[in-house]
């Protein structure tokens, strides 16, 4: 099992950026598959991007492509959300999530299943102001 704290969330203005970033402890981080989701208000928790343990292959939701880049740096056992061109659509609680499940790099299904990830962090809140 590994904990996971999300920070840099914060209030930005239409037009903005963020990156969010995901602290994990142990020492299996470059094992471990990783995922960034959101949960708007109201809304069912969606996935957004999803990185292999060594970073070389990233998955972005295609509404996401262009303004989120995702990306991990393994020395400091971090995770990160490059979020640009926010709109208020973009207000969310962002979630990062870790798993072991190899299913996770092979299909597109399992990864961006909610229920494929066994940890998660506290989340970090977005908003978007117009």
């Known amino acids: 099992q590994v904990q996971l704290v999300e920070s840099g969330g914060g209030l930005v203005q239409v037009g903005g950026s963020l990156e969010l970033s995901c602290a994990a402890s142990?020492?299996?981080?470059?094992?471990?598959?990783m995922a960034w989701f959101r949960q708007a208000p109201g809304k069912e928790r969606e996935f957004v991007a999803a990185i292999s343990g060594s970073g070389m292959n990233t998955y972005v939701r295609d509404s996401f492509k262009g303004r989120f880049t995702i990306s991990r740096d393994n020395a400091k056992n971090t995770l990160y959300l490059k979020m640009n061109n926010l709109t208020p659509e973009d207000t969310a609680d962002y979630f990062c999530a870790a798993t072991t499940n190899r299913g996770a790099s092979l299909s597109w299904n399992i990864r961006r299943s909610a229920a494929t990830y066994g940890d998660w962090g506290q989340g970090t809140q977005v908003t978007v102001s117009s």
């Open positions: 142990g020492d299996t981080f470059s094992k471990t598959f």
